[in-house]
């Protein structure tokens, strides 16, 4: 017996040489499972908004940078610039997250939870 390629679950059912189960295949049938194409392509989406966000929140955090000294006050400057670092940091993280599910995906065929 093999593993069913979407859930895991034991089966001896086939589809075009990929092991699927019933519950699988009725899914998949139904439209209700996305094809590898979709994946691949909510996962590129995904991957190039979040290299976008992460570009712009590095030039918003240069230009803060750029700015010193802003003539704010002390607490109200160096707040700013603390808080777009976490901002930055954020907008990189979430770059990282969706590299990561982008190249598991095709190195590895492994779809993520939300879109299997």
Do not use: W
């Amino acid at each position: 017996m093999a593993a069913c390629s979407l859930c895991g679950s034991e089966t001896e059912l086939y589809s075009g040489g990929i092991p699927l189960c019933l519950k699988c295949l009725a899914a998949y049938e139904a439209g209700s499972i996305p094809s590898d194409a979709e994946i691949h392509r909510r996962l590129q989406n995904d991957e190039a908004m979040a290299r976008v966000e992460s570009k712009v929140a590095y030039t918003r955090y240069c230009e803060i940078v750029k700015d010193i000294p802003s003539g704010l006050p002390s607490p109200d400057g160096s707040e700013r610039i603390h808080r777009m670092q976490r901002e930055l940091e954020f907008a990189r993280q979430r770059h990282e997250k969706a590299y990561e599910r982008l190249v598991n995906f095709m190195v590895h065929g492994v779809v993520p939870d939300d879109l299997g």
